[in-house]
């Protein structure tokens, strides 16, 4: 709501800035005495004339109740007279006669002779109407004609305060007719005194607001509630101001008699809070948006794939700017052609339509941004048609592009990496939208996120790829068939990561069979890659010299020479002979070889663990020995520990949950195998790769049942 300049504009807001100084410069000098109260009935400002009377500096009223600074007599019924003009408004007269003594506490027990005075207490109210405290004027019967004369000026100043203030003064009727006139009213609205008078006043108020006004007033003037509105009044100019309104009834011999408003001109705070109100709004909006960049930040942490990536960029973006549909889409390899990564995302007509092959040569919103590498912004229809009726290359490409189905507006963003163009990001609209300022630059930095994560996630890609393929070729197809021995694996990745877990099992020359499972720890290529080099070492080391303690050390040696310090691999390595189920093991860091014989409970091999590969120490190899009936389960750390489970609470729960196994389970890899990978990870989030491989002997030769040789992934 603009100002109307032409009418000279009002202070507001009462005696609200003045109050420091105001009384203190119209009221100091009145020879009558002057207070004001607050609404606590302590004095907040006193005149020199009030405090003589009781022989005191008026500094000393400042902040004091009645009763610090008054005789008791006088302090108990100014209260009641103070209590009676806060309560309702009305003022109160009260007449002390000349035996009331004048002094202050030093003369309150005594003393004749002062003179008559009359206390006129009155409310005073501050700009919203509401009560706020008390005035009060004391005037000293026979007081001189200088007394007198001081009063009046007194009084033409208080009229004077308020004639310079924000409000318009006037008075109505008991039936609500202006019965008087009020020329600030006037040169307001620039009403003559005929236009004025009578209900002609309801003539400036704004059609929007004169229904509800008149409806309230003449509520109020059946009722005698107070009259409490604000509506927008014409000015001179024909421009609107808006007010605030109170009036209140006066009653005389408990009938009313009249009723006095006042109008306040609050058309700058109005603005002001309008402007507040847009700027928190702005500031919501731009805190709601950062807020949105820092969950897509977060979220594309944990986000491995481009699918991934696209699924939180299209639904961060379009929830936080209200868009029908988001979509990405990459160019190919050939750098010639878009492949759009979510389809739904795209309508099945119009610019950039599901079903239409794109190539950096079709008009389109996705190609138009990769092609300038620029936001396209197209807020309507005809813009559309604009931009692209020149570019369309014949009659169905002007009516693929131009049918928009239920889309209006569009926005197109490039995604660049380096500079380079990977593809685009689009968002439509249900109908007509300018993007402002503020959302171009929110969805530019959304674009600029995409767009690394889009190339973060392709280089993962490419190499969980590599990883996943380097990995199944070092994992065995199937395991060997050997008489006397069933065996079973099964190796699960951790989600879609690839890591350093295998499992191996080969002969011997001397007819052995050397079994090892290990671990590098860490996760992709490079994890892969380390796992291929430690087993194709330890199948060399165990074709010259199959000894445990003999083929750990030579590992050590390849990791002195050849690996990181910080690659920390473990295995363990176990060389048995199938006829009699004898043989040595040595360890290196691994989790200990869970054992289960018949008739006995579940044990962990209790030969010490050496430090794993790299980490100088003599290597040592033990017997081990696999009775007939009995079965070995070897496993990497992934099946017994995790983030809420530590190492020796898995090894702890995975004895118990061996012991708890059906009977029958002993002699059956397979299943075996099965009930501890599920009881062992039920409850319990797979943040680690997992391997374990079963080998059992059986009691006899009728006991092999099912594939003696499995292997699962």
């Known amino acids: 709501m603009s100002a109307d300049t032409s009418v000279p504009k009002q202070r507001e807001g009462g005696l609200g800035e003045f109050e420091p100084w105001l009384p203190d410069a119209v009221l100091r000098d009145a020879s009558a005495g002057m207070a004001f109260l607050d609404a606590s009935m302590r004095f907040a400002w006193v005149n020199p004339a009030l405090a003589a009377m009781y022989d005191r500096q008026a500094p000393e009223f400042t902040g004091q109740p009645v009763g610090a600074v008054w005789p008791e007599v006088v ?56 009560l706020g405290g008390a005035g009060l004027i004391v005037i000293e019967d026979g007081a001189e004609p200088a007394t007198h004369e001081a009063l009046r000026r007194s009084e033409e100043r208080y009229r004077a305060l308020v004639q310079g203030g924000a409000q318009i003064i006037w008075v109505s009727s008991p039936s609500g007719e202006m019965l008087e006139d009020s020329a600030q009213w006037r040169w307001i609205t620039g009403q003559t005194v005929e236009e004025f008078l009578g209900e002609g006043w309801l003539e400036s108020i704004h059609p929007e607001d004169r229904e509800r006004v008149e409806r309230d007033w003449h509520d109020c003037l059946e009722t005698g509630r107070i009259f409490d509105e604000r509506f927008r009044m014409r000015t001179r100019s ?55 960049l820092q969950q897509a930040t977060a979220m594309l942490a944990e986000a491995l794939d481009v699918e991934q990536v696209v699924a939180v960029i299209t639904e961060v973006g379009r929830t936080a700017i209200g868009a029908l549909r988001s979509a990405v889409a990459l160019l190919d390899d050939d750098k010639l052609g878009l492949r759009v990564v979510n389809r739904d995302g795209l309508a099945p007509v119009g610019p950039d339509a599901a079903g239409v092959r794109l190539t950096l040569d079709t008009p389109s919103v996705m190609t138009r941004a990769i092609a300038t590498r620029r936001p396209v912004l197209i807020a309507d229809p005809e813009e559309l048609r604009k931009q692209f009726e020149e570019e ?35 968002f439509s609209f249900t109908k007509p939208r300018q993007i402002t300022e503020e959302e171009r630059v929110f969805l530019e930095a959304l674009a600029g996120q995409c767009a690394l994560a889009v190339e973060r996630a392709e280089m993962y890609e490419k190499e969980h790829t590599a990883a996943v393929t380097l990995q199944r070729s070092l994992l065995p197809d199937e395991l060997p068939r050997v008489a006397g021995l069933v065996l079973d694996a099964v190796y699960l990745p951790r989600s879609t990561e690839v890591g350093g877990d295998w ?62 310090e910080e690659q920390v691999t473990t295995v363990t390595y176990l060389v048995i002979d199938p006829e009699t189920g004898e043989g040595q093991a040595g ?42 009936g009995s079965s070995a389960v070897f496993y990497s750390d992934g099946l017994v520990e995790n983030r809420r489970r530590g190492i020796d609470a898995g090894l702890d729960e995975l004895v118990r949950i061996a012991a708890s196994a059906p009977e029958d389970m002993v002699g059956a890899p397979g299943p075996l195998l099965e009930y501890l990978v599920e009881n062992m990870l039920a409850g319990h989030e797979q943040d680690d790769d997992v391997t374990v491989l079963v080998m059992h002997v059986p009691a006899d030769a009728g006991e092999i049942s099912g594939d003696p040789g499995a292997a699962r992934e």
């Open 75 to 130: 302090a108990r019924r100014a209260e009641a007279a103070l209590h009676q003009v806060l309560a309702d408004g009305r003022p109160v007269t009260e007449t002390f006669a000349g035996s009331v003594p004048a002094a202050g506490p030093s003369s309150a027990s005594g003393g004749t002779g002062s003179p008559e005075r009359v206390f006129h207490w009155f409310g005073v109210r501050g700009p919203d109407g509401a």
């Open 238 to 292: 024909g421009s609107y101001r808006h007010y605030d309104v109170r009036a209140v009834p006066i009653e005389r011999d408990g009938v009313i008699a009249e009723w006095a408003g006042a109008c306040t001109d609050v058309t700058s705070q109005r603005e002001a809070e309008e402007m507040r109100g847009r700027l928190t709004d702005q500031l919501s909006a731009a805190a709601l948006r950062t807020a949105r």
């Open 392 to 426: 369309a290359d014949g009659a169905d490409s002007v009516g693929r592009v131009l049918e928009t189905g239920d889309e209006q507006a569009w926005v197109g963003l490039p995604l660049l990496a380096a500079g380079m163009p990977l593809g685009a990001l689009r």
């Open 503 to 564: 499992y191996d099992v080969f002969r011997l020359p001397d007819r052995r069979l050397a079994v090892t499972v290990g671990d590098v720890m860490g996760k992709g290529l490079l994890a892969a890659a380390g796992m291929g080099r430690v087993r194709n070492a330890l199948r060399a080391l165990a074709l010259t010299d199959p000894r445990p303690a003999a083929v750990l050390a030579g590992l050590d040696r390849l990791f002195t020479a050849t690996e990181l």
């Open 587 to 628: 360890n290196a860091g691994h989790p200990p070889t869970l054992l289960l014989t018949p008739g006995a409970l579940p044990v962990l091999d209790g030969a010490e663990a050496g430090t794993p590969l790299g980490w100088a120490s003599p290597r040592r190899q033990h017997a081990f020995r696999l009775p007939p």
